[in-house]
Structure formats: structure tokens, C-alpha cells
């Protein structure tokens, strides 16, 4: 049953328990108004041949009625009598004979109150006493259905809620994972850890080669994270030295050492709330680790030069190429330090273990770059295909990255060809094989310039010299004539057209 079907039973109960009391007690107004503990009644419903369209919306103020304010006060059925001072329940909305029949109820929870039940006819003596006790009795019933109301409403938001966290997180995986690009096993592994994780607070070890792609991991986790509305502050600890490492860290106060001219807020405060990324964390110098570590432990630190302590509430993920434990082991990294790091370590596989991946990958940044330079016609020869394929890829995806920038710089006429894919490494990683060059392929290429030049002068002959227009060789290439120029101005070329 959803949400709004509990509601709307609820609400119906409330109707049927009216409908059934008229049959019993003949009025021609019942109402049942709700107390919101601001000494407020707000009607819930109402029911019989008075009730009207105001009667929806009205709020009764039991400031305004000491009348009401001292029969809810008393906790019983009252049958105001015709000379008894009273002013009319609805005065304001609803005109009433001076001679009239009104009864009102308090509806009570263990002597608190939740609501108000009012009796109305237009003409006299139509409530005897045993009615009065009658509706006291069932006023008891309808309490507990006017909680059963008030329960169902606030389970039907809370529902409406964890749908509506639901979708926003799906969302927010689709666009988080949309550049997460691969099929293989190894990589999916890695993607499930990050949703595993995502939204707890623990730090997060990712440990992998240069180039797997930790940082963008990171930025996944926190992304996806109960803080991804709140910062992410990367720092990278293979750049500081000790002392800048502890005021990039911490921050320092004014006046802290030579140079420091202002109060500086150090990562992990500009990071309060969100996630702090250390990438290379094994570089860290070995004399600031046991402050990161008080850093993580407590959630308190000093800056640099300062006494008071600064409490922050940051979530860690770390990130390094080099193994921890054996640093540990050889003294370079705290132990202590490691473990409360790596509360949840994550594998980043390289790409020579994501053989499958590697195409994809490979259409995913040439689809990229189409988009960006409107080439719309770039792809990829069968050869230069194989031979991304057969290559080890030991800088990992930012190498086929750049690789494949680079080939669509090259191919002049949109097509990437085996000549193509150059920089690569002329001997694999240490656990991979090397892999040959195609026959076909004339492996002592020179440098970049000359190969960019070449194929600039291909395009110019071409176009029969001509720089501008639809036919020029600015066109054949993709690129502005003014960036054509500029390139063959810093290549030694001339063009005049």
C-alpha cells in the first residue's frame, strides 16, 4: 500500500465514523479539527448539510475562545444550553440560529490533547445526555484515528522522501559513473566498492598505478557521498615539503614564520563538511604524519604558529602508486597512520588488466573530442585499432588519453591510421610483454613537429595552398585559420592564403 492510500484510508475512516454517528445522533454539522500544540484547531473534516467551503480551510484560535479553551480543559463531552454564555463554534463562517443545539468533544491521547470534535443543529434540544455520553465514548475512538491520520501523513512524506533521495542517487550514479568508463570484471569491481562506500564516512585508501585514475574515483566517492554538497579539496603531498606540507595541511597564522602575512585556512578546514583528497600520500614527510594522524583521530589540529585548537569534521581519501605496507615496514610510513587510513582500501587494476576496456575507453575520448572540435567525421582505421589494442598501456588510461589527443591532431583527413599512435613507449611494463609493431609500420617516426608539419603540408597541397574558405586546408584539418596559421608560424612554415 503507498503512501497516499494509507492517507486516504485514514481520511475515509474519519468520514465513515461521521457518517455512522449520524445515524445514531441526528446533526446537520460534525467537524473534526486537529490541535497543532500552538494552541491552534485546523478542521480535518467536515461533514453534514452546513458544511461548506470555508469549513476546509478554517483555523479556530483556543486564545480567542476561553469558552472551548475551558471544556477541553475539563476533558469532557459539553452540550453548551441555550442561556449559557457561548459564542458560536464558527461564527465567522457560518451563520446559526441564537437558539441552537451545540456539543463539542475533546479528543485526548492520555490526557493530551489532539483534536476537537463539534456537534451542530440548528434547532434546539436535539442532544440528550445520553447522547453527550455517547459521543464522549466515541470520542475516544476518533483520537486514536486522528493519530492513525497524523502517523500516515508523516510515514506518506518519509516515504515521498527515501523515492525522492532514491532518484536523485540514481541520477546522480548515472552522471557520477558516465565517464567511469569500462565492462571488464576488474573494473566493476572497483566501481561496486565506490557505491559500497560512497555513503558512510570511513576513509578510503586507493591504491594503484600513476595514470588508473584515483583522483577521478575520489571524486566519484565524494559525489556520491551525504557531503557532496559541501567541498572537495585535493592536495597533492608528492609537491610540499615538510614545512609547506603543514601549512597546506593546517594553515598558519599571521605572523607564524617569514612571509606569512595573513591568517591562512589550511585544507583540511576549507574541507569541513566535504572531503579532503590526499593523492600520494606515501610521499608525505615522515615528521608531519603523527599531526594528520591526531588530525583524523580527534577532528582537531593547530595552524602553523598557533595555539587554539580548530575542529573540523572532514572525511579522508587518500591515494598513492607506491605500496604502504612495505613502507611501513621500512620505516618511511607510520603504521599507526596506514591502518586508520586504510579502513577501506580499493584496488585501481591497470589498464593491461582491463584488456576489454581498452577500446572502449579508446571510443569514449575520441567521441569526446568529436564533440569538442565538431569533427564529426574522426574515427579509427582497423590498424590503429589493433594497434591500441595490442599496446600495454603502462601510463594506464591518462596515456591512452593523450595518445588518442594526439593521433586526432594527426589525422589530418579524419581517419586515425597506425602511423597515428605514436609516443609510445618502446619497451612495456615490467609485467607485460612488449608488443611488436606492425610490418606495415615505419617505426623510427620522427618527432611530433614533423610529423604535425607534414600533415599540414599535405593538407595545403590539398587545397591547392589555400589557408580560408570551405576547401581551405584550415578546414580539411578542423581548426580555425587563425589557429592554422599560428601552428605554422611556430613550425616554420609559410602560408600567405
Known amino acids: 500500500m503507498t503512501g497516499e492510500s494509507i492517507i486516504m484510508d485514514s481520511s475515509r475512516l474519519l468520514e465513515t465514523i461521521l457518517q455512522a454517528l449520524r445515524e445514531l445522533v441526528e446533526y446537520e454539522l460534525a467537524v473534526i479539527l486537529k490541535y497543532d500544540g500552538n494552541q491552534n484547531l485546523h478542521v480535518i473534516k467536515a461533514l453534514g448539510p452546513l458544511a461548506n467551503r470555508a469549513m476546509s480551510s478554517y483555523v479556530l484560535s483556543l486564545e480567542d475562545r476561553p469558552d472551548l479553551a475551558a471544556v477541553i480543559f475539563k476533558k469532557r463531552a459539553h452540550l453548551f444550553s441555550p442561556d449559557e454564555a457561548h459564542v458560536d463554534t464558527y461564527a465567522d463562517i457560518l451563520e446559526l440560529p441564537d437558539q441552537h443545539s451545540c456539543l463539542v468533544s475533546p479528543l485526548m491521547i492520555e490526557d493530551e490533547l489532539v483534536g476537537l470534535l463539534t456537534l451542530d443543529h440548528r434547532s434546539c434540544n436535539r442532544f440528550s445526555p445520553a447522547m453527550v455520553r455517547f459521543v464522549e465514548t466515541l470520542s475516544k475512538l476518533i483520537s486514536i484515528a486522528l493519530i492513525q491520520l497524523d502517523l500516515s501523513k508523516n510515514l506518506a512524506q518519509e516515504n515521498s522522501r527515501l523515492l525522492q533521495e532514491r532518484n536523485q542517487l540514481l541520477l546522480a550514479e548515472s552522471e557520477v559513473f558516465s565517464h567511469l568508463v569500462g565492462e571488464s570484471s576488474e573494473w566493476r569491481q572497483v566501481l561496486d566498492a565506490v557505491k559500497l562506500v560512497a555513503s558512510t564516512s570511513v576513509p578510503v585508501l586507493l591504491q594503484g598505478e600513476t595514470g588508473t585514475g584515483k583522483e577521478e574515483i575520489a571524486r566519484a566517492i565524494h559525489r556520491l557521498s551525504p557531503r557532496a554538497r559541501f567541498p572537495f579539496v585535493p592536495l597533492n603531498c608528492s609537491a610540499l615539503t615538510a614545512s609547506l606540507a603543514e601549512s597546506e595541511l593546517f594553515g598558519h597564522e ?17 574541507a569541513h563538511q566535504g572531503t579532503l583528497f590526499l593523492d600520494e600520500i606515501g610521499d608525505l614527510p615522515l615528521e608531519l604524519q603523527p599531526k594528520l594522524l591526531r588530525a583524523l583521530q580527534e577532528g582537531v589540529f593547530e595552524r602553523v604558529g598557533g595555539e587554539k585548537q580548530v575542529h573540523v569534521d572532514v572525511r579522508i581519501i587518500a591515494a598513492t602508486h607506491v605500496n604502504l ?46 564533440e569538442r572540435s565538431g569533427r564529426k567525421a574522426l574515427t579509427f582505421s582497423p590498424e590503429a585499432l589493433d594497434r591500441i589494442q595490442r599496446y600495454p598501456w603502462p601510463g594506464n588510461v591518462r596515456e591512452l588519453k593523450n595518445v588518442i589527443e594526439r593521433a586526432s591532431i594527426l589525422a589530418v583527413d579524419g581517419l586515425i591510421r597506425p602511423e597515428h599512435i605514436t609516443g609510445l613507449r618502446s619497451a612495456a611494463s615490467p609485467d607485460s610483454t612488449q608488443v611488436d609493431a606492425p610490418r606495415t609500420e615505419d617505426t623510427r617516426l620522427g618527432p611530433l613537429n614533423e610529423a604535425m608539419a607534414e600533415h599540414i603540408r599535405q593538407a595545403l597541397k590539398a587545397s591547392g595552398g589555400k589557408i580560408y574558405g570551405p576547401d581551405g586546408a584550415a578546414a580539411r584539418l578542423g581548426l580555425k585559420p587563425s589557429t592554422l596559421q599560428s601552428r605554422m608560424k611556430k613550425l616554420g612554415m609559410r602560408g600567405d592564403r
Do not use: C, H
Open 254 to 270: 599571521k605572523g607564524a614564520f617569514t612571509g606569512a602575512l595573513a591568517l591562512k585556512r589550511g585544507r583540511f578546514e576549507l
Open 325 to 370: 605496507q612495505q613502507a611501513v615496514e621500512t620505516g618511511t610510513f607510520r603504521e599507526d597512520l596506514y591502518y586508520r587510513l586504510a579502513v577501506f582500501p580499493i584496488e585501481l587494476p591497470p589498464l593491461r588488466r582491463r584488456s576489454s576496456d581498452v577500446l572502449v575507453l579508446a571510443d569514449y575520448f575520441l567521441r569526446r573530442i568529436r
